[in-house]
């Protein structure tokens, strides 16, 4: 009989524990945490940066010849905010560049990865175009 008060208080006692759980599993774990980003494409996170750094990074073949020209370009983005892939949409007519923008977007570029609806991160899409000019 002991045994059997003993197993009834601790299932009402785990019963009621649920109870509560379930009357606030409509709050977030971590109350302080930032909200889940909404569903969308990848986001650019400090473009200032590696922008600079693949426009820098100009080809010394196209030095040599004085190529310059803009790029643009459509990266795909995987789920840990990395470049995967980058296809060139239009080139600058300088192999040299086209190669080297791509390049600089796998090696530099950095992304908040797209969103699903669920809130998990996805392979996404993000388009641009650098313009490579010679220094002066």
């Given at each position: 009989?002991?045994?059997?008060?003993?197993?009834?208080?601790?299932?009402?006692?785990?019963?009621?524990?649920?109870?509560?759980?379930?009357?606030?599993?409509?709050?977030?774990?971590?109350?302080?945490?930032?909200?889940?980003?909404?569903?969308?494409?990848?986001?650019?996170?400090?473009?200032?940066?590696?922008?600079?750094?693949?426009?820098?990074?100009?080809?010394?073949?196209?030095?040599?010849?004085?190529?310059?020209?803009?790029?643009?370009?459509?990266t795909t983005v995987a789920a840990n905010g990395r470049v995967s892939d980058c296809r060139v949409t239009e080139s600058s007519g300088h192999a040299d560049l086209?190669?080297?923008?791509?390049?600089?977007?796998?090696?530099?570029?950095?992304?908040?990865?797209?969103?699903?609806?669920?809130?998990?991160?996805?392979?996404?899409?993000?388009?641009?175009?650098?313009?490579?000019?010679?220094?002066?």
């Amino acid at each position: 009989q002991a045994v059997n008060r003993c197993l009834a208080t601790v299932r009402a006692e785990l019963a009621a524990a649920e109870r509560e759980r379930a009357r606030y599993a409509h709050l977030p774990t971590d109350p302080f945490a930032p909200p889940p980003l909404p569903p969308g494409d990848p986001k650019p996170r400090d473009i200032n940066i590696w922008a600079g750094r693949i426009q820098m990074d100009y080809p010394s073949s196209a030095l040599r010849t004085e190529a310059s020209g803009r790029v643009a370009f459509t990266t795909t983005v995987a789920a840990n905010g990395r470049v995967s892939d980058c296809r060139v949409t239009e080139s600058s007519g300088h192999a040299d560049l086209d190669e080297a923008a791509c390049r600089g977007m796998r090696l530099y570029a950095r992304f908040d990865p797209a969103i699903d609806d669920d809130g998990n991160p996805i392979e996404g899409e993000w388009s641009s175009a650098v313009r490579y000019t010679l220094p002066e």
